[in-house]
């Protein structure tokens, strides 16, 4: 639930939190956003957030008009209102309010601050299933707010007591609907390059996994994953979750894999002493 | 511009069409539309947009809770509160407000009235170049609100002199952002059978065109732009708006085709006897 929310540089009173039919982003999908959350009641790695917001609005070209300091200061003031211990703050840029239902005019810019729960202990260690689907984002590169894929297949996936879609394009496995996918071979971290959302957990992750393996960023085969030892995916709120089943393929033995929980405790531990 | 809206079977007073920011259409771009207009001062096939709006939320698979006649009344309201005489009507459905970001709920049901300006004398007699771009649509047969690939290209557009874009993908010519595409070769009216949004004024103008000529709905190669006589595209309001130019590429002799010309004229006719 949405609790505060600021709209072009003015914090939105409570139970105001709307925006006027005629936007882009409503109207013709042209919105970009990002997403973070608190650690220990502060943002987590909100610099990072920003820097792929902005390369994202520069990519659809859609002008971002606030400063890195005016964002980050909004942020502080929102969290504050909203006295929430844990929480999801939520940047939305759109192509603005249009008279003619297609022309951009100024962007609309919105930060809104959410309550958001926590995956549950049991998925966090034993893991889940995923279900597998031929697709690969629009511009996969820029946070654009085009999920219909992965909702219109939401039933689909429940059908499947799937927790999730993995998708996958000419033979190569890339990204969750909203996480990014690693597989884990004779101890080496392998996971997408390209055509994927560049996860900002992912790199934390990426980084954490230097020190104690070896990792591979390239193509990955959608056939690599019958051979994997293990499988996990990384996101914002989700942290590190193992894959334990592709549709109707156990990965390695079926269980949460030990560089999985190695990795999930080293990621606990980086953000305890952000 | 927007005059008047109706919201989930109520009348939104005029300086009210506001929607809650969790909305999915406008956070994840779950959300389908389409779009019809005024001849006549009267809604013009309206039956059959409302039945590809029903296909449109079928296969993204929303919820539609009113009927045609439900919709048709309130279309008719709408219009007689607006006092345009002449008229754009949108409908909006989207995956309603979420409470997680991502979790449809209830749909949200919009109709909007909206002042339309018509195509220029000199656009629809002289015609237009187009740009093209290697792209085929999400989902080509559903109207979802996507549009962030043709909006994110409008200032290249705008500096290639263009009119709009031309989409063509594997080699094969498709539409435009908002428009069917047809060329003429030899008498024979030839255009995309499959990949693209199945516009209501082409069924309207294939059906003209069956009159006069031979037709043929299939694929259409990129290359045979440049052995063909005419082009033109269709829309619910630009009509039929002459192709003289792709890229660099003059089409025919660079002016209004013949058959252009007459099934724009039949077009004409078959709209002031509805």
Redesign the interface.
């Known amino acids: 639930?949405?609790v505060s929310?600021y709209l072009n540089g003015q914090t939105l009173p409570t139970g105001k939190?709307?925006?006027?039919?005629?936007?882009?982003?409503?109207?013709?999908?042209?919105?970009i956003?990002d997403?973070c959350r608190t650690a220990n009641g502060k943002p987590f790695l909100l610099p990072q957030y920003l820097s792929r917001f902005r390369n994202s609005a520069r990519?659809?070209?859609l002008d971002l008009a606030y400063s890195d300091e005016q964002i980050t200061s909004a942020v502080y003031e929102l969290l504050e209102m909203s006295k929430l211990p844990f929480a999801?703050i939520?940047f939305?840029l759109?192509?603005g309010y249009t008279?003619?239902?297609?022309?951009?005019t100024r962007p609309n810019f919105?930060i809104?601050i959410?309550e958001l729960?926590q995956v549950s202990a049991e998925v966090a260690e034993n893991g889940v299933k995923l279900m597998s689907y031929e697709y690969q984002r629009?511009?996969a590169e820029v946070k654009?707010?085009?999920?219909?894929?992965?909702?219109?297949l939401?039933?689909r996936v429940q059908e499947q007591n799937a927790y999730d879609i993995l998708y996958h394009s000419n033979g190569n496995v890339l990204e969750l609907t909203?996480s990014n996918f690693f597989i884990v071979k004779d101890n080496t971290v392998v996971t997408a390059a390209t055509d994927i959302l560049q996860g900002i957990t992912r790199q934390t992750v990426l980084h954490l996994a230097k020190a104690q393996y070896k990792v591979e960023v390239r193509e990955v085969k959608f056939s690599e994953l019958a051979q994997a030892d293990e499988a996990f995916f990384t996101g914002t709120n989700k942290k590190i979750v193992p894959v334990v089943k592709v549709d109707d393929l156990q990965i390695g033995n079926g269980k949460a894999g030990k560089v999985t929980k190695n990795l999930y405790q080293a990621f606990l531990e980086y953000e305890k002493t952000y």
């Open positions: 639930m949405i929310c939190h709307t925006i006027a039919i005629n936007d882009l982003g409503l109207m013709r999908g042209y919105a956003f997403f990519l659809m070209d999801g939520r939305l759109t192509g008279e003619d239902s297609f022309t951009p919105m809104t959410e729960s629009e511009m654009t707010t085009n999920y219909t894929v992965a909702l219109r939401r039933k909203r």
